[in-house]
């Protein structure tokens, strides 16, 4: 497994990130020992870093695996949406108390769309950084989906990590194109951010050019570290391999392919529609005004994912 330093803050990660979000209630819920495992799993293959949140309820998880894996050999970062700082404060207790640790290497501000987001997130920064000062964080960042977040991030001076959407498809991103995603990076990476990129695989619905999506963002030097969900032992030895070699296994490709999966909708949908347009099989209706799919008609083509400017349609 390759490691890079998160630009200048000095911690030391796994190419592969494991997203833990899959883990969690929001899409797999998986048992905990199951989930824990999975981390283990990983670990034991290098990966030496994993993304949470706040509201993706994977606390338990990381804290389980924490008996097996030492803390001082594991990189954990989380995000939360707190614009205050009393909900700051809240939601670094959270993370150290579920968790059972004393120091994060990464906080995060969850979302941040551009410089003025940032800016009404100024109370919750405030106490993150004076937190980084006393050494309960080691690094303070923002994850985002737009290309105006990541240039917002590099204005800032603050911000030492950035963790941006990426991909081939350029699904998700929510103000441009692939290319000037790439482009605010390079520059975040030329100012001495470190960044580590999401949704390599737009959520699953590049699931079908696994390979050749995964090897898009792998290709890009300016990237630290790509996070991915995992929710199998197959699937995290499916990355290992990829990312030191750049190619899986024709067995494990095989199985892969027949792991049952499904369109899931988060309930962030707004009811627009547009969706349900696209779908030619008319697997997604609204149901008092959110999106619905009927799994017995999807056929997972994914054409109704591109639709969604609000990024709430995914495989899992
Ligand atoms: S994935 Fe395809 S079939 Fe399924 S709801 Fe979306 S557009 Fe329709
Ligand atoms: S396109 Fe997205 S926001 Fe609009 S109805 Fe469909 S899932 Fe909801």
Same mark, same amino acid.
């Given at each position: 497994?390759?490691?890079?330093? !998160?630009?200048?803050?000095?911690?030391?990660?796994?190419?592969?990130?494991?997203?833990?979000?899959?883990?969690?209630?929001?899409?797999?819920?998986?048992?905990?020992?199951?989930?824990?495992?999975?981390?283990?799993?990983?670990?034991?293959?290098?990966?030496?870093?994993?993304?949470?949140?706040?509201?993706?309820?994977?606390?338990?998880?990381?804290?389980?695996?924490?008996?097996?894996? &030492?803390?001082?050999?594991?990189?954990?970062?989380?995000?939360?949406?707190?614009?205050?700082?009393k909900l700051a404060e809240?939601?670094?207790?959270?993370?150290?108390?579920?968790?059972?640790?004393?120091?994060?290497?990464?906080?995060?501000? /969850?979302?941040?769309?551009? &410089? /003025?987001?940032?800016?009404?997130?100024?109370?919750?920064?405030?106490?993150?950084?004076?937190?980084?000062?006393?050494?309960?964080?080691?690094?303070?960042?923002?994850?985002? /989906?737009?290309?105006?977040?990541?240039?917002?991030?590099?204005?800032?001076?603050?911000?030492?990590?950035?963790?941006?959407?990426?991909?081939?498809?350029?699904?998700?991103?929510?103000?441009?194109?692939?290319?000037?995603?790439?482009?605010?990076?390079?520059?975040?990476?030329?100012?001495?951010?470190?960044?580590?990129?999401?949704?390599? !695989?737009?959520?699953?619905?590049?699931?079908?050019?696994?390979?050749?999506?995964?090897?898009?963002?792998?290709?890009?030097q300016y990237i630290d570290?790509?996070?991915?969900?995992?929710?199998?032992?197959?699937?995290?030895?499916?990355?290992?391999?990829?990312?030191?070699?750049?190619?899986?296994?024709?067995?494990?490709?095989?199985?892969?392919?027949?792991?049952?999966?499904?369109?899931?909708?988060?309930?962030?949908?707004?009811?627009?529609?547009?969706?349900?347009?696209?779908?030619?099989?008319?697997?997604?209706?609204?149901?008092?005004?959110? @999106?619905?799919?009927? /799994?017995?008609?999807?056929?997972?083509?994914?054409?109704? @994912?591109?639709?969604?400017?609000?990024?709430?349609?995914?495989?899992?």
């Amino acid at each position: 497994m390759l490691y890079n330093n !998160l630009g200048k803050t000095g911690i030391e990660v796994s190419k592969l990130c494991y997203g833990s979000l899959t883990l969690g209630p929001m899409q797999t819920d998986m048992s905990l020992d199951k989930g824990s495992e999975l981390i283990c799993n990983a670990f034991d293959q290098g990966v030496n870093f994993i993304d949470t949140a706040q509201s993706y309820g994977t606390y338990k998880y990381i804290r389980e695996s924490l008996k097996k894996i &030492e803390r001082s050999k594991f990189v954990i970062f989380t995000k939360t949406y707190a614009y205050t700082k009393k909900l700051a404060e809240e939601a670094l207790k959270q993370a150290f108390d579920e968790i059972g640790i004393d120091y994060i290497d990464g906080f995060l501000l /969850h979302e941040q769309e551009s &410089e /003025h987001t940032l800016r009404g997130h100024y109370e919750a920064t405030e106490y993150f950084l004076k937190m980084k000062e006393k050494g309960y964080i080691r690094s303070f960042g923002i994850s985002t /989906h737009n290309i105006a977040g990541v240039k917002g991030a590099i204005k800032s001076g603050y911000v030492d990590v950035v963790h941006p959407l990426f991909n081939k498809a350029s699904i998700g991103i929510g103000d441009g194109e692939k290319e000037e995603m790439y482009q605010a990076i390079i520059e975040a990476k030329n100012k001495g951010l470190g960044v580590y990129s999401m949704k390599p !695989l737009g959520g699953g619905n590049l699931i079908d050019t696994y390979e050749e999506s995964l090897k898009y963002v792998l290709e890009k030097q300016y990237i630290d570290s790509i996070a991915i969900g995992m929710q199998s032992k197959e699937e995290i030895l499916a990355n290992v391999q990829m990312f030191d070699r750049g190619y899986v296994d024709a067995s494990l490709k095989e199985n892969l392919k027949n792991v049952n999966r499904k369109l899931l909708i988060n309930d962030w949908c707004i009811g627009c529609g547009k969706c349900v347009k696209r779908c030619n099989y008319g697997a997604i209706k609204l149901i008092e005004n959110k @999106a619905v799919v009927d /799994h017995d008609k999807c056929i997972l083509c994914t054409y109704c @994912a591109k639709e969604c400017a609000d990024f709430c349609i995914k495989v899992i």
